[in-house]
């Protein structure tokens, strides 16, 4: 999902937090590899994994907190309907 960029922005719009995407954004994966590597010995520690992150892209919040506020009862609505939506 991180490469839609429409999605990226409102998560950091909702959210008012910078959203950050790394180079590798197959995280689950290199997460498991990088947990194999430091079990077998290959990686020192964490922080040795840690250097090989580097950032492709941010986000940052650009919507005022009304536009923000407003959006959010808005999606609480929608869930609210949908929730009782089926029997």
């Known amino acids: 999902m991180t490469v839609n960029q429409l ?3 409102c998560q950091a719009d909702l959210s ?3 959203v ?3 180079k590798v954004i ?3 994966a290199l997460g498991a590899a990088y947990a194999a590597g430091l ?3 290959l990686f020192d520690s964490a922080a040795t994994i840690a250097l090989n992150w580097r950032e492709e892209r941010r986000w940052m919040p650009v919507i005022d ?3 923000r506020n ?3 009862h ?4 929608a869930l609210a309907r949908a929730a009782d939506w089926m029997d």
């Open 16 to 18: 008012q937090v910078p």
């Open 20 to 22: 950050i995407r790394p």
């Open 7 to 9: 999605l990226m922005q």
């Open 39 to 41: 079990a077998t010995g």
């Open 70 to 72: 407003r959006m959010l």
């Open 26 to 28: 197959e995280t689950t």
């Open 65 to 67: 907190r009304a536009t």
């Open 74 to 77: 808005g999606w609480d609505k």
